[in-house]
């Protein structure tokens, strides 16, 4: 242990959103405990980044753990191998009393090193299924926080808590606002998106549906959509045609205060998405991403709808007739809409920041009190 006053906690996670943002959630509650943070990342978390300071960001050498290619698995042994002798020496700079990943390939190097070094190390999965790096992590004996209960290949977890996926302080406000729902002359605010990255199969499934809807129920709409940006122009174009108003982008800063002003959201099935729907409480159509290796989205998503907080429509079977007809109905029963609003409120975890930063002071005493 160090002879710090302010334990430091060195955060590790992929550049998406979904592992960066409950990264960022978890900073600003052990900020609050009298941590000093540092985050390991890598490039492609620029724009989910915010307002965190240069200083705190680090970048160490990482790959996919790829099997399948012998050339590219010793290649990726090897940026391992060199992200491990990297992560050791960050940890001895930083004299880091503990180590938190979220998933992705840049947490694996760090946690390793954690664990060679004897420095507590956390993994936060926030899925209902292990990812791999997670599974390879917790089986070299890191400690084990999930989103969801009973997450699927946390069997050989030694020490396990389920604290719920930390959501930003822009969730926790959207979650302020009561579910309106929408009266029968009233707009209809549908809200689609697709996670960070996009969803190039809404952008055509979506404005297909609404060509099929009734021109009165057309009028009504006011559609919000995340596109890609090689999507927007056609995605713009389809919905001029059909005079529905909409707003178009391939990024939302502000999507929690989207999603707390929508009356329906369609979107995929990631975890940050599905904790941030229930905690701000609003009823969602969930397709999940069908090519996952995991199927993580698809067990994220039957757990929402399992408890009456949205439905999930699988990819390959659904059609723009067939998610015309769903639209039809749930605009048609505003009460279906705000019961379901009112079931994904209940099962959120608007508490998991702390619930988890609960585990880092827990694990960090220890290790203190072993110490001394």
Not at 281 to 293: D, E, Q, S, T, V
């Amino acid at each position: 242990m160090s002879e710090k006053t302010r334990p430091l906690a060195l955060l590790a996670a992929g550049g998406t959103g979904g592992h960066l943002f409950p990264a960022i959630s978890l900073r600003a509650e052990l900020k609050k405990r009298g941590y000093d943070v540092a985050i390991v990342t890598d490039k492609r978390a620029g724009q989910y980044a915010g307002d965190l300071p240069a200083d705190e960001l680090h970048a160490i050498d990482a790959a996919t753990l790829s099997a399948g290619n012998p050339v590219r698995a010793v290649s990726s042994m090897w940026k391992l191998s060199r992200g491990v002798l990297q992560s050791r020496k960050l940890l001895r700079q930083l004299g880091a009393d503990i180590c938190v990943g979220f998933g992705g390939y840049p947490t694996v190097p760090p946690l390793l090193a954690a664990r060679m070094a004897r420095v507590p190390a956390l993994v936060h999965e926030q899925n209902a299924v292990l990812g791999r790096a997670n599974r390879l992590l917790v089986k070299a004996g890191a400690a084990l926080a999930t989103g969801f209960p009973d997450p699927k290949g946390a069997a050989s977890a030694k020490r396990l808590a389920f604290t719920g996926n930390p959501v930003r302080e822009s969730v926790i406000d959207a979650g302020k606002t009561a579910y309106e729902p929408a009266g029968e002359e009233d707009s209809f605010r549908l809200l689609v998106f697709g996670g960070s990255q996009g969803a190039r199969a809404l952008s055509s499934l979506v404005p297909e549906a609404v060509a099929l809807l009734p021109r009165a129920l057309r009028a009504r709409l006011q559609i919000v959509q995340q596109c890609r940006p090689e999507d927007l122009d056609t995605v713009r174009l389809l919905y001029g045609r059909l005079d529905v108003s909409a707003e178009l982008a391939s990024f939302f800063q502000d999507l929690p205060a989207k999603i707390g002003a929508s009356h329906l959201v369609i979107s995929r099935a990631g975890a940050s998405t599905v904790s941030e729907l229930a905690v701000i409480g609003r009823p969602a159509i969930l397709i999940p991403f069908p090519h996952a290796i995991d199927q993580d989205q698809a067990e994220n998503a039957r757990l929402l709808a399992d408890v009456g907080g949205g439905w999930m429509m699988e990819e390959g079977s659904l059609t723009a007739e067939g998610l015309a007809s769903r639209l039809k109905e749930l605009i048609a029963h505003p009460d279906e809409l705000a019961a379901a609003a009112a079931a994904a409120k209940k099962a959120g975890r608007p508490d998991a920041a702390e619930r988890l930063a609960e585990q880092v002071d827990e694990l960090v005493s220890l290790t203190r009190g072993h110490r001394q």
